[in-house]
């Protein structure tokens, strides 16, 4: 059974007709011990008045600009008979709440860190990390701001500075709603809270004629995936030259004799075979960091995504056990993803589970470029087109048939060097084709 309680204004100490300044409940609100209801503010100090007991705001008795006294009523609480002290006789139900002392704000104890006197579990929001604020906290300007405690301490959870907030309150008082504005706006207009001044909005028709084309589905999801991954992702790009002269001598050596079987092997899946090598040589580039960023996650598995360009946009399907299959098997099944990519029939399962990526844009032109890598993995091979180039080599020039590579990785988890000698064994099982057997 339910017991409705009055909840009056406790000591406190020799203040009289001091103005309510906040209201921190509605009717309805269920409180627990200590939960602040209302803040009352003198021409000397502001307090918080904590709630005496768990339970329901039924009616809220004062109004902001209200001026109380001790032992004036403040609000009522539906307190239910097991929550209801058992201490309490009979007849303190008809009474009015005991509260606790309400609690000095000047002395800014909302932001010390020390604990409450009695304990209190911390707010689920007091446990998460604080956003990105836009700057330091300017600590003599948020003492300075006028703010209830409350207010005080949710801005300091979120690292929300005072100083810089406008309040909409009874004589510029900085509000709780004020606060989360600040917030949003920061997260919303700076750059999602990385610091940066936002984009400037432009009308681009003042400046000639224009057409407005929406991006398709997987141009915003692959572009929200880049926008994470070049922000979250310390990248290096480790540039690179092989000589595949002999590789594309074999190539089409083998395009030929498969020409019956209708066979297409491209210089992709020679590098599929390649770095299924250098991952067995260099497992690091084979591994993920988990979530915690603590631990890295060695894969035993050799699946690579191959980024396709569809009419639609960029897709990264995985070809799985690279390792297990021949070099006609890679090709064949290059060829049935990208098919597969561009009708637009690939599923979540094809997308997933990559260890590595190529890129190439071989087939296009280009002489380098800094592919993003496509994390949780840790590293991309970009390709670009191969070109004759002319190589000293035994004190002459000759002409070899040079590919260009460019390897991004994440460099919290491979050094530049491991990077460097990573291309270089890349350079050498491409450039001598019986090692791709090993
Ligand atoms: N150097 C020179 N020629 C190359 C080459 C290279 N590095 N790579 C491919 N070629 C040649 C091929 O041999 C082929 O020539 P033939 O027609 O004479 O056989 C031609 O270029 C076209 O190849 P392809 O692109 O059809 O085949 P592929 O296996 O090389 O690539 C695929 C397949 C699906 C990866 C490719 O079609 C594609 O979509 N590439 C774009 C990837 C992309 O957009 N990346 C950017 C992502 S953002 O980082």
Same mark, same amino acid.
């Given at each position: 059974?339910?017991?409705?309680?009055?909840?009056?204004?406790?000591?406190?100490?020799?203040?009289?007709?001091?103005?309510?300044?906040?209201?921190?409940?509605?009717?309805g609100?269920?409180?627990?011990?200590?939960d602040?209801?209302?803040?009352?503010?003198?021409?000397?100090?502001a307090?918080?008045?904590?709630?005496?007991?768990?339970?329901?705001?039924?009616?809220?008795?004062?109004?902001?600009?209200?001026?109380?006294?001790?032992?004036?009523?403040?609000?009522?609480?539906?307190?239910? *008979? #097991?929550?209801?002290? $058992?201490?309490?006789?009979?007849? +303190? =139900?008809?009474q009015?709440?005991?509260? &606790? %002392?309400?609690?000095?704000?000047?002395?800014?104890? *909302? #932001?010390?860190?020390? $604990?409450?006197?009695?304990?209190? +579990? =911390?707010?689920?929001?007091?446990?998460? &990390? %604080?956003p990105?604020?836009p700057?330091?906290?300017?600590? #003599?300007?948020?003492?300075?701001?006028?703010?209830?405690?409350?207010?005080?301490?949710?801005?300091?959870?979120?690292?929300?500075?005072?100083?810089?907030?406008?309040?909409?309150?009874?004589?510029?008082?900085?509000?709780?709603?004020?606060?989360?504005?600040?917030?949003?706006?920061?997260?919303?207009?700076?750059?999602?809270?990385?610091?940066?001044?936002?984009?400037?909005?432009?009308?681009?028709?003042?400046?000639?004629?224009?057409?407005?084309?929406?991006?398709?589905?997987i141009?915003?999801?692959t572009?929200?995936?880049?926008?994470?991954?070049?922000v979250?992702?310390?990248?290096?790009?480790?540039?690179?030259?092989?000589?595949?002269?002999?590789?594309e001598?074999?190539?089409?050596?083998?395009?030929?004799?498969?020409?019956?079987?209708?066979?297409?092997?491209?210089?992709?899946?020679?590098?599929?075979k390649?770095?299924?090598?250098?991952?067995?040589?260099?497992?690091?580039?084979?591994?993920?960091?988990d979530?915690?960023?603590?631990?890295?996650?060695?894969?035993k598995?050799?699946?690579?995504?191959?980024?396709v360009?569809?009419?639609?946009?960029?897709?990264?399907?995985?070809?799985?056990?690279?390792?297990?299959?021949?070099?006609?098997?890679?090709?064949?099944?290059?060829?049935?993803?990208?098919?597969?990519?561009?009708?637009r029939?690939?599923?979540?399962?094809d997308?997933s589970?990559?260890?590595?990526?190529?890129?190439?844009?071989?087939?296009?032109?280009?002489?380098?470029?800094?592919?993003?890598?496509?994390?949780?993995?840790?590293?991309?091979?970009?390709?670009?087109?191969?070109?004759?180039?002319?190589?000293?080599?035994?004190?002459?020039?000759?002409?070899?048939?040079?590919?260009?590579?460019?390897?991004?990785?994440?460099?919290?988890?491979?050094?530049?060097?491991?990077?460097?000698?990573?291309?270089?064994?890349?350079?050498?099982?491409?450039?001598?084709?019986?090692?791709?057997?090993?």
């Amino acid at each position: 059974m339910a017991n409705v309680k009055d909840i009056l204004v406790p000591d406190i100490g020799d203040f009289e007709g001091v103005e309510v300044i906040e209201i921190m409940v509605s009717p309805g609100d269920s409180i627990n011990l200590e939960d602040p209801l209302v803040s009352l503010e003198s021409d000397k100090a502001a307090m918080e008045i904590p709630s005496p007991q768990a339970g329901t705001i039924k009616e809220v008795k004062v109004s902001i600009g209200d001026k109380v006294s001790q032992g004036d009523l403040l609000m009522s609480m539906e307190v239910s *008979a #097991a929550e209801a002290a $058992p201490a309490t006789e009979e007849k +303190a =139900a008809e009474q009015p709440e005991e509260i &606790p %002392p309400a609690q000095p704000a000047k002395s800014e104890q *909302a #932001a010390a860190p020390t $604990p409450p006197p009695t304990p209190v +579990a =911390a707010p689920a929001s007091a446990q998460r &990390p %604080p956003p990105v604020a836009p700057s330091p906290i300017d600590e #003599a300007g948020f003492r300075k701001a006028h703010a209830s405690p409350s207010v005080r301490k949710f801005a300091r959870e979120l690292g929300a500075d005072l100083a810089q907030i406008t309040g909409s309150g009874n004589k510029g008082r900085i509000l709780k709603d004020d606060v989360t504005a600040f917030v949003k706006r920061v997260m919303t207009s700076a750059g999602d809270g990385l610091g940066v001044a936002p984009m400037p909005e432009i009308d681009f028709s003042e400046f000639g004629e224009i057409e407005t084309q929406p991006l398709t589905k997987i141009n915003k999801l692959t572009g929200q995936f880049l926008h994470r991954n070049w922000v979250t992702v310390p990248h290096v790009t480790q540039f690179d030259e092989a000589d595949i002269t002999e590789l594309e001598a074999f190539r089409k050596q083998l395009n030929e004799e498969h020409k019956n079987e209708g066979a297409r092997v491209t210089v992709l899946a020679f590098l599929m075979k390649a770095l299924v090598s250098a991952l067995r040589e260099y497992p690091r580039f084979n591994a993920s960091l988990d979530a915690t960023g603590e631990n890295l996650i060695l894969k035993k598995y050799i699946h690579i995504g191959v980024a396709v360009d569809t009419p639609a946009g960029l897709v990264v399907p995985v070809i799985r056990n690279c390792d297990r299959k021949s070099l006609i098997e890679l090709a064949n099944e290059l060829i049935a993803v990208s098919a597969k990519a561009r009708d637009r029939k690939l599923s979540p399962a094809d997308l997933s589970g990559g260890c590595i990526s190529i890129s190439s844009l071989g087939g296009i032109g280009g002489t380098a470029f800094t592919p993003i890598v496509n994390a949780p993995e840790v590293a991309i091979l970009g390709v670009s087109r191969a070109q004759m180039k002319p190589v000293y080599k035994d004190g002459e020039f000759v002409p070899r048939l040079i590919l260009p590579l460019s390897l991004s990785y994440d460099h919290r988890v491979i050094d530049g060097a491991d990077g460097a000698r990573f291309t270089s064994f890349l350079n050498k099982v491409l450039s001598d084709t019986r090692r791709l057997l090993l």
